[in-house]
């Protein structure tokens, strides 16, 4: 199934702390959302497929696009490893 995408106009971020970390969250339709992974623009296919495979995982991920990137969130009530990305970059 394919991860929805939303321009990041029209999501709110926010911060939150997990496991002794400053963490970057989103809520969209009344969801609240963990931030996963980040591609520049010309990565969008990488995108894409992170976006995939996490929905393939019984997760719901959602990616945002921005003027140079595409960000991918995560349900927080998801389940997530970072094992999940194992071929991709974790977000910094």
């Known amino acids: 199934m394919l991860p929805m995408l939303v321009s990041e106009d ?3 971020p ?3 702390y997990h496991a002794g970390q400053l963490c970057k969250g989103m809520s969209l339709q009344n ?3 963990r931030l ?3 591609f520049r623009t ?3 296919a990488k995108a ?3 976006g995939c495979k996490l929905n393939k995982n019984d997760s ?3 990616i945002t696009k921005t003027i140079d990137a595409y960000n991918i969130w995560l349900d927080l009530r998801s389940p997530f490893h970072p ?7 974790l977000a910094s």
Request: aromatic letters at 14%.
């Open 36 to 38: 996963v992974s980040s």
């Open 48 to 50: 894409y497929a992170v």
């Open 14 to 16: 926010f911060n939150y």
């Open 60 to 62: 719901s991920a959602v």
């Open 31 to 33: 969801r609240l959302y």
């Open 83 to 89: 094992e999940m990305l194992s071929e991709t970059r």
């Open 42 to 44: 010309e990565e969008r």
């Open 10 to 12: 029209l999501v709110r």
